[in-house]
């Protein structure tokens, strides 16, 4: 069974910093890997899809990479803003798509 | 934004009483999907289904049906509610296969008291 973790579970950083969010998965039999954005209260906002062949792709100050062979996917955020404040969500897809608890970011002014 | 609504946004209802949660896209994909998302599971997959009349089962469907009889609409219902079904249900779309990109409504919020 896919199983999907997000490390940290939540993240405060001052304005400005880059920083670097965690995913990873146990089976690299996967479609591919999707980074979403959730406001509270909110529905999800996909930001980044990465299919299996690919190793990055990159939308603005976003960008993740994926090693599938290793069961693992980065989603880097370049010079932080107050705005990206919100739950980052990683899933894969196989069968069905399979969803991290996400990593709550904070980004203090 | 893809054009995909939920109704109704909020819900609150007794243990034992059907409930149809409704999504409705705009965008003619094949796929639609509903999840729930409870704190500490993420998101998980209750139902999906890749065309008219074509459903199938995915993680948590226990205590859950659904029926899609056109391409824009696809309910979920909770014949009997009981408490552990209150949690937020999304619907999402998707283009073809599984493979493509997701895409998610706003939404629902439901209480089982």
């Known amino acids: 069974k896919q199983e999907v973790t997000q490390i940290p579970a939540a993240l405060s950083v001052p304005e400005g910093e880059n920083l670097v969010l965690n995913c990873s998965f146990t089976?690299?039999?996967?479609?591919?890997l999707q980074w979403f954005r959730q406001d509270p209260g909110k529905g999800l906002t996909s930001l980044l899809l990465?299919?299996?062949?690919?190793r990055e792709q990159t939308s603005g100050r976003l960008n993740a990479s994926l090693d599938k062979s290793s069961g693992r996917s980065t989603l880097y955020i370049a010079a932080s803003q107050p705005g990206d404040s919100a739950t980052y969500l990683c899933?894969?897809?196989?069968?069905?798509?399979?969803f991290g608890a996400g990593t709550r970011l904070t980004v203090k002014p | 934004d893809a054009g995909i609504t939920q109704s109704p946004r909020h819900k609150v209802t007794e243990t034992g009483t059907p409930v149809t949660l409704r999504c409705h896209q705009t965008?003619?994909?094949?796929?639609m999907y509903w999840y729930r998302q409870d704190p500490g599971h993420g998101l998980r997959l209750i139902h999906y289904s890749y065309g008219v009349k074509d459903t199938d089962k995915g993680e948590v469907s226990d205590g859950y049906s659904v029926s899609r009889s056109k391409t824009e609409d696809f309910l979920l219902t909770l014949e009997s509610a009981t408490s552990s079904q209150t949690s937020v249900y999304f619907c999402?779309?998707?283009?073809?296969?599984?493979?493509?990109?997701?895409?998610f409504g706003p939404g629902t919020r439901l209480t089982v008291t």
């Open positions: 089976d690299s039999a996967i479609y591919n």
């Open positions: 990465i299919q299996s062949s690919q």
């Open positions: 899933a894969v897809t196989f069968n069905d798509m399979r």
């Open positions: 999402a779309i998707s283009e073809s296969t599984q493979a493509y990109e997701q895409y």
């Open positions: 965008e003619n994909h094949r796929y």
